[in-house]
């Protein structure tokens, strides 16, 4: 297992290229299997969870050609299973995405149950109330989802739960289904949007993708399409945060400010500066910091993905912050790997009490899911001393080149395995 050494009181300052959407890319690869022709996508994150999601489409029979760094071609035409490999599926949660594309695509689909992990029980009960709606016959059976339809039929779907996997998954299917669907208390975040741009790219007829309700006429053909990825809000989001917290300034660049609005609005409340251009969003430390309110909630709100570096930050603002988790039960699994480097947090359900302006300590911490790694990464930079984070494959999900971009905006950061250390660069 590879761990990285970080030494602390490293302040973080200059310019960082904010790579593509990792949670726009899972949903845009799997959405490429609705059409039979060629079919580019650019700016293409380089993290595991595309990696991974690279194989099973070529496992399911895609063609797939690289073109330079940040681009794929993928000729979905010769596709010959309707049954992603389980062993790839099982590395990632959002390869459940294949149910409403080889669904709206073949009428037929067999996914593995999804795993949950470490934010508590992650139900996919929307999702097939949904495919229902559309005319699937779902068996739950040996661990695997089955999902049949001789015919998709365009419906009214009320979401109980705002879910962006459930939006996106029958977005996919209902894309092919005959008729008129209406997806209404539908999630609303970019990475909606942005499939909906694709999907329309490709011949679909996606309406209202960004507002509470989806309108989606079905089409028989989809054609091919050249797309491009829109930027990854949660890496600038990490980054914006990690200036403050590190008493330093950095500029994100080729960032949608847009979608990072509240983001930008917490920072300046805690007291960072923040200025805001066409494409990049710079963010200065400014002592000192001030406690916050930080609550979560679905975009527009303050995302739940940005939880855990956010709490980094607020416990270097002096007095009491509050954080409320509204999205998942248990993420607050990063808590306890914080407070082993002094942090002085107390949870209660989904709230945590964070008393802030108490230096943090380097110390020996493990990563629980990407986002708690990324924020212990950060918390080490601050902290007194040195540490070692485990479990960083985690973080390498879905943060393209981490280390190095740290690295060049000035941390001293060790990719480490049980045969030494990997990269001997620092900043
Ligand atoms: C997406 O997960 C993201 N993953 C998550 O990012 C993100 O944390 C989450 O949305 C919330 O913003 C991807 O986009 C690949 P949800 P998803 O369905 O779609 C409940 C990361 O770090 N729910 O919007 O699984 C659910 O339990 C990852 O990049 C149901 O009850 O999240 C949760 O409480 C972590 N029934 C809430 O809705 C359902 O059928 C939101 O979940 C579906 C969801």
């Known amino acids: 297992m590879e761990k990285f050494i970080v030494k602390g009181r490293k302040t973080l300052s200059g310019k960082v290229r904010i790579s593509g959407s990792k949670n726009s890319a899972v949903a845009l690869l799997p959405a490429a299997v609705m059409t039979s022709e060629m079919v580019t996508l650019e700016n293409l994150p380089d993290i595991t969870d595309v990696r991974t999601m690279i194989n099973i489409l070529e496992n399911l029979g895609v063609s797939i050609r690289r073109r330079g760094r940040d681009t794929i071609e993928l000729k979905p035409g010769n596709l010959t299973k309707i049954a992603p490999a389980y062993d790839l599926v099982k590395k990632m949660r959002a390869s459940y995405y294949f149910m409403g594309s080889l669904l709206g695509r073949f009428g037929q689909a067999e996914v593995p149950i999804p795993g949950g992990c470490d934010l508590g029980p992650r139900p996919i009960d929307q999702h097939l109330k949904g495919f229902t709606a559309l005319g ?24 109980d739960v705002v879910s962006i996997g459930a939006t996106i998954n029958l977005m996919l299917a209902a894309a092919a289904a005959e008729g008129k669907t209406i997806l209404e208390n539908v999630a609303k975040e970019p990475e909606i949007v942005d499939l909906a741009n694709f999907l329309n790219a490709m011949g679909a007829s996606v309406k209202g993708a960004g507002t509470d309700v989806i309108r989606i006429e079905g089409v028989k053909n989809f054609n091919g399409a050249v797309h491009s990825v829109i930027p990854d809000r949660i890496e600038a989001g990490t980054f914006m945060m990690a200036a403050a917290s590190t008493g330093g300034k950095i500029t994100v660049e080729d960032v949608i400010p847009k979608h990072l609005e509240a ?43 940005l939880q855990p570096p956010g709490m980094v930050l607020l416990t270097a603002a002096k007095g009491l912050s509050v954080i409320t988790e509204n999205v998942f039960d248990g993420r607050f699994n990063h808590v306890d790997e914080l407070k082993r480097m002094g942090a002085r947090i107390k949870v209660e359900g989904r709230t945590a009490l964070i008393e802030g302006g108490v230096p943090l300590s380097g110390a020996p911490v493990t990563a629980t899911d990407l986002r708690s790694g990324a924020a212990l990464i950060i918390a080490a930079l601050t902290a007194d001393g040195e540490s070692q984070i485990s479990a960083v494959e985690h973080v390498d999900r879905g943060y393209d080149k981490f280390e190095q971009k740290l690295i060049e905006l000035g941390a001293e950061i060790y990719r480490t395995s049980d045969d030494g250390i990997l990269n001997l660069h620092s900043g």
């Open 136 to 159: 699937a016959d779902i068996n739950i059976e040996h661990g695997m989802i089955k999902l049949s339809a001789k015919k998709l039929t365009g419906a009214r779907i009320y979401f």
């Open 263 to 305: 983001i930008t609005a917490k920072i300046i409340e805690i007291g960072g500066k923040v200025e805001v251009e066409p494409e990049s969003i710079t963010v200065e430390y400014v002592s000192p910091l001030v406690p916050s309110d930080l609550k979560t909630f679905p975009y527009p709100g303050f995302p739940t993905d």
